[in-house]
């Protein structure tokens, strides 16, 4: 009984989570094209559609047609640009910044720890704006390449964190042991740091990497025509109205992130039984 009230907090916590998710899956099968909430039947023809099958809707005949959406697999194809290039990037950075402020002592260092951090508490409109200002005062053009470099700006502070919190777990002696055996220091970090830092790595690499992908605010301020990213191209068929295609397509998206955090865990929970 001491237990109860905290097991239905958790039930209704969950629920509110991960109702709305299931609301928008359930509803991704519906074969009313026009009013998705009055349920008339099971259908695919909006996967179909996400797959560049040509369908449209007549209203007197009521057959379903699925437009084709090339634009949708161009914002597809710039997100996967962008989201590999910035966790490549993010997590070059945050491990080698991580490192340095574990392992070295120097004046400013809590300075420089609390700096990384800033720019992931900031709110994302404000980053936006920011970031915005400096693009145009720099005269640089809109495009993947600003969004990358924005994106980076906060999304190493995410990795920073990660591999942070793992490297405060590692014990010390064994790079100890390594220098103490004639190891060199690159050969010490490949063979003994680096093994231990993989899952850690791991983590902060797909965390970057989802909020990437589903990163919208500051995105927005910062891309320019022709690099519309799979976020904005929601946003914006989202503003004409919620059609049946985007329940399907953030089903997919759902799927995905489900898929990407999974296998995240399980490459941990190996390396971590190793």
Do not use: H
């Amino acid at each position: 009984m001491r237990r109860l009230p905290l097991t239905v907090f958790s039930l209704i916590f969950f629920a509110f989570l991960y109702l709305p998710l299931a609301v928008i899956v359930g509803y991704s099968f519906n074969a009313n094209p026009v009013n998705m909430l009055v349920w008339e039947g099971f259908t695919l023809d909006w996967y179909r559609g996400l797959f560049g099958l040509d369908r449209s809707f007549d209203p007197q005949s009521r057959t379903v047609y699925v437009e084709s959406t090339p634009q949708m697999l161009a914002a597809l194809r710039n997100s996967l640009i962008v989201a590999v290039s910035t966790t490549c990037i993010a997590t070059v950075f945050g491990t080698t910044a991580a490192l340095a402020l574990n392992r070295y002592r120097f004046r400013g260092k809590a300075l420089w720890s609390g700096g990384l951090m800033v720019p992931m508490m900031m709110p994302d409109i404000v980053l936006g704006i920011g970031l915005l200002i400096f693009f145009t005062s720099a005269g640089m053009r809109l495009s993947l390449l600003t969004i990358i470099i924005g994106q980076c700006t906060f999304l190493t502070s995410y990795v920073f964190i990660v591999v942070q919190a793992r490297l405060a777990g590692l014990d010390p002696a064994l790079e100890e042991a390594s220098a103490d055996l004639g190891a060199s220091d690159w050969v010490t970090f490949r063979k003994v740091t680096l093994p231990q830092l993989a899952p850690g790595l791991l983590g902060g690499a797909l965390l970057a990497f989802i909020i990437s992908m589903d990163d919208l605010v500051i995105t927005y301020f910062i891309s320019g025509s022709g690099s519309q990213t799979l976020p904005i191209y929601i946003f914006g068929m989202i503003r004409r109205g919620v059609k049946p295609e985007i329940n399907a397509l953030a089903t997919l998206i759902i799927l995905a992130s489900v898929l990407i955090a999974g296998l995240g865990l399980w490459l941990r929970a190996r390396g971590d039984r190793k």
